[in-house]
Each structure stands twice: as structure tokens, then as C-alpha cells.
Nanobody, 119 residues
């Protein structure tokens, strides 16, 4: 399975960015998929994920600024980030828990995409 991320970049504080991640390969189903982030010197943290039945989880710092959505036909998840703050600067990693067959699932990580928010 490969996770291909797109989006990210440099934006001014208060601006918006959109991240997308597409999963490809041997996929029976996607149990959960979304984004984590890691800033320098910090641990990787949950940003947002969405499960196969539509349940969403967001990091506490999101506070209504970000929205995750899914396109099951394309195996893609999109993270719309609004009202960005300098503290949102980090490397954002796509994450997916993939069901390969009815009895086996595995976690995957994308390579990471940088988001820089200038003040």
C-alpha cells in the first residue's frame, strides 16, 4: 500500500491550506485514515482521522478550524485547514489503517508534507 500526499506549503497566518492523501495498492477496505503532525522537538500528534463509518477524531488544538472528508471511491481523504496559526507549522503525515483481508489489518504512514505558517 502506498499513501500519496499532496498539498501543504507556505501560508500566512489566518490563511487556508488543503491536504489530500490517496491510498493505493492491495486494499480490502480502509478502517481509518487521516493526518498526524510533528513539529521539531515534539512528538507526533493526531490532527484528524475519519473511520469507514464516518466517525471523525480531531486533535484538541484543531478547535473547529480543520475539517476532514473522504472519498471512498478514490480512497482519498482531504483535510481542509482554515484559520491557520504559526503553531500549526509542522510536517504532516498521512496515516491509514488498511484492512487487507477479513482477518488482517496494518498501519501505514506517508512520507510527510511540510506546512509552514508565517506570522
Amino acid at each position: 500500500v502506498q499513501l500519496q500526499a499532496s498539498g501543504g506549503g507556505l501560508v500566512q497566518a489566518g490563511g487556508s491550506l488543503r491536504l489530500s492523501c490517496a491510498a493505493s495498492g492491495s486494499i480490502f477496505s480502509i478502517n481509518n485514515m487521516g493526518w498526524y503532525r510533528q513539529a521539531p522537538g515534539e512528538q507526533r500528534k493526531l490532527v484528524a482521522t475519519i473511520t469507514s463509518n464516518g466517525r471523525t477524531d480531531y486533535g484538541d488544538f484543531v478547535k473547529g478550524r480543520f475539517t476532514i472528508s473522504r472519498d471512498d471511491f478514490k480512497n482519498t481523504r482531504t483535510l481542509q485547514m482554515n484559520s491557520l496559526k504559526p503553531e500549526d507549522t509542522a510536517v504532516y503525515y498521512c496515516f491509514a489503517n488498511i484492512q487487507h483481508d477479513p482477518t488482517y489489518n496494518r498501519n501505514y504512514w506517508g512520507q510527510g508534507t511540510e506546512v509552514t505558517v508565517s506570522s
